[in-house]
């Protein structure tokens, strides 16, 4: 019924919808072609404001009361200099705010005004009457300390600044902070979507995408050259989100400053006046006309009138939502197209960058990289490190390949450590990591983006992605000035930027589709097989488009570069081959002797699909083969996250141990390393750790791969379960052959594979591609 109704009362708006939509989108264009054809004007050059003074300006709309709560702390919060000034500005109110000022506070100057021009036809009356350079614009329900004009005004001591805003508090303590002042924009499904971020870790001046209008200091000649709040957007809201962009997009900068405090009895006036049904019904309109407003890149405003069509319809059909239009609000965005086209011929005339760059240029680091005077060269670079899985303890390959690497990096640079957990209770075993690094930053595991039907993006890419972890990563950029981005693993491949003078630098542990290719050719039943088909072709895709994006490609071996460059040969002067795999040979003390006879060992974490597949085809297709030649013969496993013991077979002598502290016993302990690694990419740690230890490796051909090529060169290859018994009976007969092989072995991983030389390589690297940003 409820469904049945607001069809009923939405019919004719939506039989409209088209035509709603469709006329503005014509109109548009054609407006757009015709403006191609003028000359374009100049932009006049930006003046730097006065900051020794502010002007204060409150608009007020029957606000006696909250005047009379609030003023007083704005006079003691500007009171020790005399050329600062209060304006409050009274639009017709009917409560005698205009007379309670004069009687009450005769030092407050009082702008009487003929009518209700509301928020911004009220405030931009109040700009043109302020005597100061620096105007603070404020809400009459805001409450200010004692001393939050200093730190706005030095917020002007930059170039090109057009506003400074307040970090806001609720005058309840218990509410929960909808707006902080560090505002955050980005364009997502056609639209504009807005939040206020509270972070902590920003304690001074840092780029925000607007300044709230209740709440911010403006320059007041750059507020009038961008025509002050638009009447477009009337009664309220977005005026000041609108202002911000404006700003962003003619090359000004926008701040927010947390040393500078007000509290807000948030919707005082305005929640007193109105239904939230008409405010929210504003707010639906007031988007739209954004869009129509300052959106000049055409594939974005074709996506901005499709999402908008489907939007009303979806509203209709399921209910409203504050992500997408109704029919009303189209109906009433459509009722004030020829306002919005004036608006937008001012905003295109205004505009000194495009879309893309203003929504990026608020961002952190973008704003590093776009505003900040960086170093041609760095000795000592400053390195952003980001793993998506716990490095401490090492429990997986690819942590090892971390971990190690992190204890060599801290002597060449600086780095700034972000880690994903899985649960709170890791960071105790990264102690010390933070030690030895700048900074690090642990966070718990954050949820991904939902699985989103025929998504084109690979599962494992979408389970890394969230917006609160790309902040973060911005938020250390900037705070630290960071020379390098590195992102280990495909799926943090995801936050590399298009930044032009910070390096995106990119370690394929693995080549993701030829793993998932691998798999899929092995091993997938055939129900599984078209998601499987599915899953390799978008990461195929996705894969292929990601890297180009990147500075430089680390890659395990020469085998995974020379797979990848078949399918993009232009990637060859990115590849970096022997900088990130490898692994501290001091730590392992080498032992190929005096090992316990007629023992196996198995190795790696069974969160890894190939680790769990590997088990699987030993233990059912070899393990069989060798106990019945060599009976006493025992299998140990170790790793974290095993697989139950019942479900292994009761065939010779299998010890399940699990997860260790560390694997350096066992790897000096046991006769016989097996690798029965079927599928998967990249080059294995446990055969480096292994290797460096001293005990005998039988492998696959996968499984090896990037160490050996041949049988016999560092370790026995084998891929056939009767070839792969039979070479691991071989080293367990014969203890001679097998400690030969085991010296080779170690040899070659000093030579070829020790961190502590490939990480001095890899700093050295990092000047490099630094130098070669930005050297233009």
Known sequence: MALLSRFLRNLPLLILSPLLLGVPLLVIAVADLLRKLAPARPLPKSTHPNTSAASIVIPNWNGRDLLEKYIPSIIEATK???ANEILVVDNASSDGSAAFLKQRFPTVRVLELDRNYGFGGGSNRGFAAAKNDIVVLLNSDMRVAHDFLAPLLEGFSGENVFAVSCQIFFSDPNKLREETGLTQAWWENGGLRVRHRIDNKVTGAFPCFYGGGGSCAFDRRKFAELGGFDELLKPFYLEDTDLGYLA????????????????????????????????????????????WKNIHEWPRLLSHFFFAYAGAWLSVLFGDSFERPNPLALWRAFLQLPRALRSRARAQQLAAVTDTETFRRPMPGYFLDRFVDLPKTKERPSVLFLSPYPVCPPTHGGGVFIYQTLLELVKHADVHLIVLLDEDGQREAHDELTRKCKTAEYIVRLEGRPKGFGSLTPFAVREFSNDDLRWAIHRTILLHGVDVVQLDYTNMGQYAEDYKRIANVLFEHDVYFQSIGRSLAKNAAWLHRPSAAYEYLRALRYELKLLPAMDRIQMCSRANEDYLLEFVPELKPKMQTGLRAGVDTSRYAFNPDDREPDTLLFLGSFRHTPNREALDWFIHRVWPRVVAERSQTRLVIIGSDPPPRHSLPDIGHVELIGFVDDVRDALSRYAVFICPILTGSGVRVKLLEAFAAG????????????LSRHDGDTCALADDPDDFAAKTLALLADPDYAASLARKARQHVEAEWDMAAITAELAESYREVIAEKRRT
């Open 695 to 706: 005990i005998p490796v039988v492998s696959t051909d996968i499984g090896a791969e990037g």
């Open 248 to 291: 962003w997009k003619r090359g000004w900068k926008v701040f927010y400053e947390p040393r500078s405090i007000v509290w807000h009895e948030h919707r005082g006036t305005i929640g007193k006046k109105f239904s939230q049904a008409y405010i929210q019904s504003i707010l639906k309109k007031n988007f739209l006309l954004f869009c």
């Open 80 to 82: 020790s200099n005399p």
